[in-house]
């Protein structure tokens, strides 16, 4: 199988750091992306790591562990409008190309 | 603006009724995926069209179909549409596979009353 697990929601505070985890059974997927969605709008491409280790872009940071089957996303310096779903997905081996999302992680900032 | 173009935004509709969603890839795209999102659900993969041809396909209901024409444009065909089909359909698209991630197009809501 390839489930993907996240948790479904979180609360943080603005300006404070926040860490999102995603497990995955690790047969079948080569690497893992993070999206972010806000409500109702289409999900926007944020990072995708395909090696081990952290990969840095700005405020946010996402890690991979393949052995694991984890990865994380980490939103630094937190600000209002990364409020959002926060969606975990691998790319499938097999059947070319899809990608098999997580549910979701509902992240409310809050002043 | 994402590159890839969903018409229409908005559709109610009625029980047993059918409708076409549309998508445009991004240019130089040739792979489509179809998703579906209802309330409170994961986007859930329906279906992926590769240069015209199926290449996957996910938990897509039977009274649902699809293709990609000649232009690499697609079209989501619902029917015998239920209370239950009422969720948002993205379209998304991609050079082939995954390697670059997929742009996704705004979405099309679905209300079936």
């Known amino acids: 199988g390839q489930n993907i697990d996240q948790p479904t929601e979180m609360t943080a505070t603005e300006g404070a750091i926040v860490q999102i985890n995603c497990t995955y059974q690790?047969?079948?997927?080569?690497?893992l992306f993070w999206y972010q969605q806000h409500a109702g709008e289409a999900p926007t491409f944020l990072s995708y790591?395909?090696?081990?280790g952290l990969e840095e872009k700005g405020r946010f940071s996402s890690f991979l562990s393949r052995s694991k089957g984890y990865s994380y996303l980490l939103l630094k310096e937190l600000q209002m409008k990364d409020s959002a779903s926060y969606l975990c997905?691998?790319?499938?081996?097999?059947?070319?190309?899809?990608?098999?999302f997580g549910q979701g992680t509902e992240l409310s900032v809050k002043p | 603006d994402s590159g890839v173009t969903q018409t229409p935004k908005h559709l109610i509709t009625a029980t047993g009724q059918r409708v076409t969603l549309r998508c445009s890839p991004r240019?130089?795209?040739?792979?489509v995926y179809w998703y579906q999102q209802s309330l409170d659900q994961g986007l859930q993969f329906l279906i992926q069209?590769?240069?015209?041809?199926?290449?996957a396909k996910g938990n897509i209901l039977e009274r649902f179909s699809a293709q990609q024409f000649p232009d690499l444009h697609s079209e989501l065909n619902l029917s015998s549409l239920e209370l239950g089909d009422s969720a948002l359909y993205f379209c998304?698209?991609?050079?082939?596979?995954?390697?670059?991630?997929?742009?996704f197009g705004s979405g099309t809501r679905l209300t079936v009353v």
């Open positions: 998304a698209s991609s050079v082939s596979g995954t390697e670059y991630g997929y742009t």
């Open positions: 690790t047969s079948g997927f080569n690497g």
């Open positions: 790591n395909v090696l081990d």
């Open positions: 997905a691998g790319p499938s081996y097999n059947q070319g190309g899809k990608l098999i």
């Open positions: 240019s130089g795209d040739l792979s």
């Open positions: 069209y590769y240069n015209g041809e199926e290449r």
